[in-house]
């Protein structure tokens, strides 16, 4: 039977947090896209009279199905070509969902959504429904086709992985807007000491290229050579400015809710450099450079105003 209109306003207004959730566990909007899609493809297909609650039903396709992905997604990243992290989402962006408890917003973080890579998908999922939407165990428990106690004890281990992978505290907006351009200036001073006095012990740079743009296949770990390595990739370069198709305009934004350096050129996004910044100093950067991975970002930065940017790199 043919969707009524009514059919459809209603899976339209489940879109946004279907692709919040999706998003969540895929790390990708695009394949978020895709899950949503296929979501409403099988809700046509559904005999949606039948349905009593129309929201769980929604739900459980769409989680279904990005665990089917993550599945395979396990198998297509042992062939990635080096590391593999998140695409980038600027404030504002509807995929990026509610963000109105500290649990919401720490769900979305580019920092948790790297680290959601080391959970199996089925803590993947309960971490994202219970922590991110607030789903009872009794509902996560029906989705996936377990116990409410064994919901509760995958959130238990799902939660520990995350907060041993995660840095100390964090630091309020504003300092971190500072420390930022202060990591600028360092970075494009020329020496390495402005950096290191900026980095922790145990800071960590992190790039993903996925093979179309050059980045390190294994991280650099410690602040010298997180530095050394910054120095280098500030330092003016004719070759650099060819890659790139031009010298990018650099300027501060915030991504999946915390501070990021953003390279743009021509007003298309190629670089989106993530920092985690504690009380201590930044403890990681993330780079995500796969061009692949920043079409929406452009898309999304194309339609908003910005400003001046900060400096003009290379």
Known sequence: MPLTVKDVDGFEAARPR????AYRLLGSAS???DAVQETFLRWQA???ERIEVPEAWLTKVLTNWCLNQLTSARARRETYVGQWLPEPLFDGDPMLGPADTAEQRESVSYA???LMERLSPNERAVYVLREAFDYPHREIAEILGITEAASQQILHRAKRHIADGRARKEIDEAAARRIVEEFLAAATSGRTEPLVRLLTADAVSVGDGGGKVPARTKPFEGALAVAK????????AQSKRALLGGSPEVHVATVNGGP???AVVDGRVVGVMCLEITPE???AVRSQVNPDKLQRATEVWAA????EPLLHAF
Do not use: M, Y
């Open 31 to 33: 394949e978020a896209e």
């Open 304 to 307: 908003a105003d910005h400003g």
């Open 281 to 283: 100093g930044i403890t």
């Open 18 to 21: 279907l692709g919040a959730i």
């Open 112 to 114: 948790v959504l790297t």
């Open 260 to 262: 990021a350096v953003v």
């Open 229 to 236: 390595f910054l120095r280098g990739l500030f330092k003016p």
């Open 46 to 48: 559904a005999d949606v």
